[in-house]
């Protein structure tokens, strides 16, 4: 019979393991990684403050889910992306990320519509500042449309709308770290404070219009600016 120090180990193991993993993907959908921006083993367990062993696993995971990619030389990087990928990938984020926004629309509660004000005008005041911080506007962002997404009230639609984001998330913040016009013009923030003001109306199809022009004005910004057929990372 197994005892209790036996069974917690590969419980220890597993949790920390899950923790490595979700770190790293929230690393890729925030943006934190760039294009082509190569790992390592050691890289990563630093960054996380862990071992090699999960680092690996994280890594592993992340591979099946396409969101990293190993080279031939076995060294790790986050992928680029082509332009029709990302063309692909914008088609079914408007279809998904718009669902759910409409869904919200109906079910969001008075504390998420808060906290979604609340981002929304954060956003806009850093935005328009003097010197606009491309990572507050990033992490500001992120948080706002997953704030309205959690409130579409379906799980596997949330589930799908992540797994967009772990691909497509390096890419579309690449483009406000390098000084993209969407800093300049800031047409996010008009579409966020559309998309607030339909979701305290509880009107769904604005909602979800808000959204999806929000979506489509970065895209156009980023499909204009790529460099060639890829985006590519400016640093090594």
Not at 47 to 70: D, F, K, N, Q, V
Not at 163 to 188: C, H, K, T, Y
């Amino acid at each position: 019979m197994s005892t209790i120090l036996e069974i917690a180990k590969p419980i220890a193991h597993a949790t920390l393991s899950q923790s490595v993993y979700l770190a790293l993907r929230e690393m890729l959908i925030a943006g934190q990684l760039w294009p082509g921006e190569r790992l390592t083993l050691d890289s990563v367990a630093r960054a996380l403050g862990t071992s090699h062993m999960p680092a690996r696993e994280a890594i592993r995971r992340l591979t099946a889910e396409r969101a990293l990619e190993i080279l031939p030389n076995r060294v790790v990087r986050v992928p680029l992306m082509s332009k029709s990928r990302f063309r692909e990938m914008l088609t079914m984020r408007l279809m998904l990320e718009g669902e759910a926004a409409q869904r919200a629309a109906t079910r969001i509660d008075a504390d998420a519509l808060a906290h979604a004000r609340q981002l929304s005008d954060a956003f806009q005041l850093e935005i328009l500042g003097d010197s606009p911080d491309a990572s507050r506007l990033i992490a500001m962002n992120k948080a706002l449309h997953f704030t309205v997404y959690a409130a579409c009230g379906n799980q596997v639609l949330l589930e799908l709308i992540e797994a967009l984001w772990l691909q497509v998330g390096p890419v579309i913040n690449l483009d406000l770290r390098s000084g993209s016009r969407r800093i300049s013009e800031a047409p996010a923030a008009a579409c966020h404070a559309r998309l607030v003001d339909a979701l305290g109306r509880r009107d769904a199809q604005a909602a979800r219009q808000a959204l999806e022009d929000d979506l489509s004005s970065a895209a156009d910004v980023i499909l204009s600016s790529a460099v060639g057929e890829n985006c590519v990372a400016p640093r090594a």
